[in-house]
């Protein structure tokens, strides 16, 4: 008896550890998790629309993927894998309220919108720890870049594009935003 | 495995009666140690090792489906999820986010506050009249939404699921209130999303500083919500 208590405790401290174990797991075997989903824009220079936004008659595509989205805004994914280099977001401010934000494997680093916009362009670029202090050595004393550099976490993840359309006839627009930013990989061999 | 089985049927067994629980649970017992004797050490580890690995992976599942276990912030009926998009959310929150492929709002870019439960702690139900009224904290847009559980209903009419700062009417102090019912009303009305059933409110606010700070948040400055009446 004293023999079955002992594996039974011991089967608890086994199922503590394989809890834990498994939680801490989950974001890195999952498969459906947004870093694996974003995966397949990784190769578009525009960013993957996850969600449209319902416009008159036609409903909402069923392209969406989000649990819960909000009906009022239009998503897309620009995924970046940084191993072919930094990735640039290039986003036009326009009359909708415009935010990007960088999520790596651990969740969102880095986040901003477009009020912070220098003459309606706002650029985002991503990279590595190296890359960055290549692009810093780099950097011409006499013209100054105006990106705005973030060191991602990681090699994986994806940058999100959101457009909130505050009024029904705001819609199209807010897709069409979504649409025109720009994602592409700075392709290291341009440094002079 | 068979010895395990005995350990698990003696909870249901305390429905009985006193002196028949006290023999079957002293059968039971005596089976089980008959048992460990006779099987020794090989079948007592299996059995450590098979349940270790059930109890763990099936307690990580149930942690880990559905809604976030915590990091929420409560305030009046509201709860706001501050953390769950920042790299500094906890493990659970991560492997939720995981699972679902939910991509939440970093901190730079809003905050989520839910609600499943009216001001008097009532679960939101699809047959009764809300309404929700108030102010929202500083933000530079917000979106409520309302959402049912599961798949919407295909036969309802596909009306609206929520109101937009810039859309909504409001009073001439700022304030504004929302109806939400299964039936049309003059003004800021939003239609229940199933026939019945359990209902959730999702405020988002976008561009808001209330994200960095989430302890400048109190109740006078999230909407209040008010149960009317019920359909029986």
């Not at chain 2, 305390?14 to 089976?31: M, Q, T, V």
């Not at chain 2, 099936?58 to 953390?83: E, K, L």
Request: aromatic letters at 6%; charged letters at 20%; a neutral charge.
């Amino acid at each position: 008896m004293i023999r079955l208590v002992y594996a039974t405790l011991t089967g608890l401290v086994l199922a503590g550890i394989v809890h834990i174990a498994a939680v801490l797991a989950i974001p890195r075997l999952s498969e459906t998790d947004a870093v694996s989903k974003a995966r397949s824009s990784e190769n578009l220079d525009h960013p993957q629309a996850i969600y449209t936004i319902a416009t008159g008659a036609a409903p909402a595509p069923p392209e969406a993927w989000l649990p819960i989205p909000d009906p009022a805004v239009a998503v897309g994914v620009c995924a970046y894998d940084l191993s072919d280099g930094p990735m640039r977001v290039s986003a036009r401010t326009g009359p909708l309220a415009l935010s990007l934000a960088a999520h790596g494997r651990q969740g969102a680093f880095y986040a901003v919108t477009d009020q912070a916009a220098v003459r309606g362009a706002l650029d985002l670029v991503i990279l590595t720890r190296a890359q960055y202090d290549q692009a810093l050595a780099d950097d011409d004393e006499n013209e100054p870049s105006r990106d705005v550099r973030i060191v991602a976490p990681g090699e994986r993840g994806f940058v999100v594009v959101r457009v909130i359309a505050g009024l029904p006839s705001q819609r199209p627009a807010a897709n069409e935003a979504v649409r025109a930013v720009s994602c592409t990989t700075d392709a290291p061999a341009d440094k002079s | 495995m068979t010895t395990g089985n005995p350990g698990f049927a003696t909870p249901s067994g305390a429905e009985a009666d006193p002196p028949r629980r006290r023999a079957s649970l002293r059968g039971a017992g005596r089976w089980v140690s008959r048992v460990a004797r006779k099987s020794g050490t090989p079948l007592l580890a299996l059995y450590a090792l098979v349940l270790g690995a059930a109890l763990g992976l099936a307690s990580a599942d149930w942690a880990t489906r559905g809604g976030y276990p915590f990091g929420g912030v409560r305030i009046g009926p509201w709860t706001a999820w501050p953390r769950a998009g920042s790299n500094q959310a906890d493990p659970y929150t991560r492997a939720v986010n995981a699972r679902r492929g939910e991509i939440p709002l970093a901190v730079g870019e809003g905050l989520l506050l839910t609600a499943a439960e009216d001001d008097e702690g009532r679960a939101l139900d699809a047959t009764c009249a809300y309404v929700v009224a108030g102010a929202t904290p500083p933000a530079r847009a917000w979106t409520l939404t309302v959402a049912g559980r599961g798949a919407r209903d295909p036969q309802r009419p596909h009306l609206r699921e929520g109101f937009t700062s810039t859309e909504i009417l409001r009073q001439p102090d700022g304030r504004f209130a929302i109806v939400l019912a299964p039936d049309a009303e003059a003004g800021n009305w939003l239609p229940t999303p199933r026939a019945d059933g359990p209902m959730r409110l999702a405020l988002r606010l976008y561009d808001t500083p209330a994200a960095a700070g989430i302890g400048s948040l109190d109740r006078s400055v999230v909407p209040t919500i008010t149960r009317r009446e019920c359909a029986s």
